[in-house]
């Protein structure tokens, strides 16, 4: 399922007040793709991701998940798509701490109102083992590196199956060798299943995996030619 944003501008205050986060910016990203957009500290980076994930509301324009355009439905419908359809991985990766790497994965089946069985269970040590944490299953967060911990919390972007992924600065936390790793697996995964990523970056270094490379700056896009 493809991300397709169409002359999308995110405007915050009033008057002569006014920021634009994201100035007429358009893009089409396609299933199995994996985007790095660049640029420094306020350029618009995470306003594209709230955006694009339906965390935000852009000022004008539109924004489809497949054939969905997520600018137009209800806020339950909202909902339901970020739940059924988009996958997140943070700077921090956000696990529970009192939780073990497989029930971090089996949480987002509760949360979906149905309690894990079998597949499930199977599903999400497939996907650790493919992060290549198969001998962590039984780890908390406190018993695992930093790097450890970013692989469990890309399993668990996974376990939904989602359409659309939203990364944001992966690498913020990790030093070069293993930020490189974890881009290098997320371009694997992203590939693998077959999911349109976009990650935001300031990293220079880990440009090199993705498949696009574009540079955002005072909410304008360039994209580079590979």
């Known amino acids: 399922m493809s991300l397709k944003v169409e002359n999308v501008s995110l405007v915050f205050g009033d008057g002569n007040e006014q920021v634009k986060a994201l100035d007429n910016v358009s893009m089409d990203l396609q299933p199995g793709q994996l985007m790095a957009v660049l640029g420094p500290s306020g350029a618009g ?49 956000n696990l529970l701490s009192s939780v073990t790497a497989i029930d971090q994965l089996l949480l987002l089946v509760h949360m ?18 493919e ?42 936390m990790l030093d070069h060798h293993r930020g490189k790793q974890i881009v290098e697996l997320l371009v694997r995964e992203c590939h693998e299943h077959n999911v349109a990523t976009l990650m935001v970056t300031h990293d220079h270094g880990i440009l090199d995996a993705a498949d696009r490379v574009v540079d955002i700056r005072d909410g304008k896009f360039s994209e580079r030619t590979q």
């Open 112 to 129: 979906r109102g149905k309690r894990p069985d079998q597949a499930d269970r199977e599903r999400a040590a497939k996907l650790l083992g």
């Open 45 to 93: 980076k995470s306003s594209l991701l709230a955006v694009c994930g339906g965390l935000l509301t852009p000022s004008n324009g539109k924004i489809s998940v497949g054939e969905m355009e997520i600018t137009s439905v209800s806020q339950s419908a909202l909902t339901r798509i970020r739940q059924q359809q988009i996958g997140f991985v943070f700077q921090q990766s």
């Open 131 to 172: 992060v290549g944490m198969e001998h962590r299953l039984n780890r908390r967060p406190n018993e695992l590196s930093g790097g450890e911990r970013q692989r469990v919390g890309i399993a668990r972007a996974f376990m939904m199956n989602p359409k659309l992924l939203l990364v944001d600065e992966p690498t913020s």
